[in-house]
């Protein structure tokens, strides 16, 4: 069983940062890439940004690109998200999502609320 | 821009067959894809019941199933349930740089 643990949302201004984690456990982290999906509360799921393994490769949506950034430690099974100059729009739940062939979501996410 | 299409919402009674579909606006979906099917019930983390378009994840139902039918991928649902009463999205595999693509979902009702 896929075990994964957001954190580090919460309420934030509008122009601010945040750092999220993702705590990975029951799988070898270290040899899977990895995903963060996010969901506007009501609303449906949006894929916005992927590191590999290794770190060599990373990649995000159009409407995270420069603003958000992506890093990973495999020593310590993490992954993490940082946010920063957010928007009203980017609050939403985050997920993170392990990939094989296809997507696995393993926690309940971290909430993110992006208000002045 | 790439847009996942699916039903905004479907119905079924107790018992019924439906089947929900994933399509692109730019090409035909096939296995390269890799169509993921998801549910989410209220407050949930979503679940993988369906990837690689056919194979049904550890421990889901085989009432639910995966299938490419006209160029658009597809989930069937065969004697539906109450709590099958969720959402349901796909997932569809852009390659190196857009990863996923995720459909906007269907809210399905069995009644």
């Known amino acids: 069983e896929v075990q994964l643990v957001e954190s580090g949302g919460g309420l934030v201004h509008p122009g601010g940062s945040l750092r999220l984690s993702c705590a990975a456990s029951?799988?070898?982290?270290?040899?899977?890439?990895m995903n963060w999906v996010r969901q506007v509360p009501g609303r449906g799921l949006e894929w916005i940004s992927f590191i590999s393994s290794t770190s060599a490769m990373a990649s995000y949506a159009d409407s995270v690109q420069g603003r958000f950034t992506v890093s990973r430690d495999n020593t310590e099974n993490k992954l993490y998200l940082q946010m920063n100059s957010l928007r009203v729009e980017d609050t939403a739940v985050y997920y993170c999502?392990?990939?094989?062939?296809?997507?696995?979501?393993g926690g309940q996410g971290t909430l993110v609320t992006v208000s002045s | 821009q790439t847009v996942v299409t699916q039903e905004p919402s479907v119905s079924v009674s107790p018992g019924g067959t439906v089947t929900i579909t994933c399509a692109l606006n730019?090409?035909?979906?096939?296995?390269?894809?890799?169509p993921s099917w998801f549910q989410q019930t209220p407050g949930q983390t979503p679940r993988t019941l369906i990837h690689s378009a056919t194979t049904r994840s550890s421990g889901v139902p085989d009432r639910f199933s995966g299938s490419i039918v006209e160029n658009k991928a597809a989930l069937t649902i065969t004697g539906a349930q109450a709590d099958d009463e969720c959402d349901y999205y796909c997932a569809l595999y852009m390659g190196p740089g857009i990863r996923w693509r995720f459909g906007g979902g269907t809210k399905l009702t069995v009644l």
């Open positions: 730019s090409d035909s979906v096939s296995t390269s894809h890799f």
């Open positions: 999502a392990r990939e094989g062939t296809w997507i696995t979501f």
């Open positions: 029951k799988f070898s982290f270290s040899s899977f890439s």
